[in-house]
């Protein structure tokens, strides 16, 4: 799969309810592989969010303003489908455990046999391996601090 300029352009998905300083992590190592990531915020209806997606979209967008390789964008399709509509050849995801292997490997033989899109998974660093955004979100749900748990610079406001 070639795009017209030859772009390597990566979609990294997720609910980013809130994005954590392991997506953070994740983005930062994955431009050192492809030309340009497409943050891509899935909207699911099934998913009860705590930040409404306008929030979501604008913190990543206000923290990614300066560097010109990330774009920010939401969707309703498949993954696969997405992908196809911006020009995108790989799915940028990342694990934490064992656990995330076994899912991330099905979803990726599916979205293989669907589009013949690749997937690479990177290894969640191991300082951050504690970090998901459930439990960042109840976290917040009781008051608690969680500036630690998310990038510096990332305002969020519901």
Avoid: C, W
Avoid at 19 to 43: A, K, M, P, Q, Y
Avoid at 44 to 67: C, G, H, M, V, W
Avoid at 74 to 91: G, R
């Amino acid at each position: 799969m070639s795009s017209i300029n030859n772009k390597r352009i990566a979609l990294f998905p997720g609910t980013f309810d809130p994005f954590t300083i392991g997506h953070e992590s994740l983005v930062r190592r994955g431009l050192e592989l492809v030309d340009e990531i497409i943050i891509s915020i899935g909207i699911n209806d099934k998913k009860q969010t705590y930040f409404p997606l306008e929030t979501r979209i604008a913190s990543i967008e206000a923290l990614y303003r300066d560097e010109p390789r990330i774009r920010v964008m939401s969707y309703e399709s498949l993954t696969v489908d997405f992908a196809e509509e911006v020009n995108a050849h790989f799915i940028l995801r990342g694990i934490r455990s064992v656990n995330d292997f076994e899912y991330e490997k099905s979803i990726a033989d599916v979205n293989r046999k669907l589009s013949r899109i690749e997937t690479f998974i990177l290894f969640t660093e191991p300082e951050h391996t504690h970090i998901s955004s459930s439990i960042v979100r109840e976290l917040l749900r009781y008051g608690k601090d969680i500036s630690e748990f998310v990038p510096k610079g990332l305002y969020l406001t519901k």
